[in-house]
């Protein structure tokens, strides 16, 4: 058996009182239950980068970058948990994006988004453009949750996951197609050559 494809899923939120750690953690819990995947949860509360790109960072900066770029690098694939604000995806996520390019290159990345009546849709689009000039594969299928916090108990648990874990599954399905063709693509010839 070939090695498992290595997933991030990025934690997109760090404003105060937010609930994407909640989502986080049932889509990676359901994700670690395929054999073919290993996972790497991203909370970027953890890795605070500045907004202001530099191309000589601070050592503050690089001990940042230490953190996270490393674990962007390794990934075969993404899955981005985020929210929608104001219509659009949370400026720690951009700022991740940013300060990062061969990281993304010629990987799969879904989706799971969370908000109000749109579910996170309208984030979710936006980010489909920025991560296509980041030379990745959206994929597709994603997952949402409209209005998610009457859908989870107190320990975290979906009330009923049969629709969420259908669209879990056929987002996942897609990410792991995705991510061993580049993977083995990649095996061959390196990206851009």
């Known amino acids: 058996m070939s090695e498992p494809l290595r997933v991030a899923v990025i934690i997109a939120s760090v404003r105060d009182g937010r609930f994407g750690p909640v989502i ?3 889509f990676a819990d359901f994700a670690r239950q395929r054999e073919g995947l290993s996972i790497d949860v991203i909370d970027l509360i953890e890795h605070d980068l500045p907004h202001q790109l530099s191309g000589t960072p601070s050592d503050e900066v690089k001990a940042v970058l230490a953190g996270v770029s490393p674990r ?3 990934a075969d694939g993404f899955i981005v948990i985020t929210p929608e604000y104001n219509h659009s995806f949370p400026a720690s996520l951009k700022t991740l994006i940013d300060w990062h390019t ?3 290159h010629a990987k799969p990345v879904g989706f799971v988004g969370y908000g109000g009546l749109a579910g996170g849709m309208r984030a979710v689009e936006q980010l489909r453009q920025i991560f296509a000039e980041c030379h990745t594969v959206t994929v597709r299928d994603t997952v ?3 209005g998610p916090w009457g859908q989870f108990d107190e320990q975290g648990t979906l009330i009923d ?3 969420a874990e259908a669209a879990a599954k ?4 897609s990410l792991e197609w995705w991510g061993t063709a580049l993977k083995a693509k990649k095996a061959l010839a390196p990206y851009g050559s």
């Open 24 to 26: 986080a953690n049932w």
């Open 161 to 163: 996951p049969t629709q």
């Open 144 to 146: 949402g949750f409209h």
């Open 72 to 74: 962007l690098a390794a």
């Open 170 to 173: 056929t987002l996942l399905d």
């Open 102 to 104: 061969t990281e993304w």
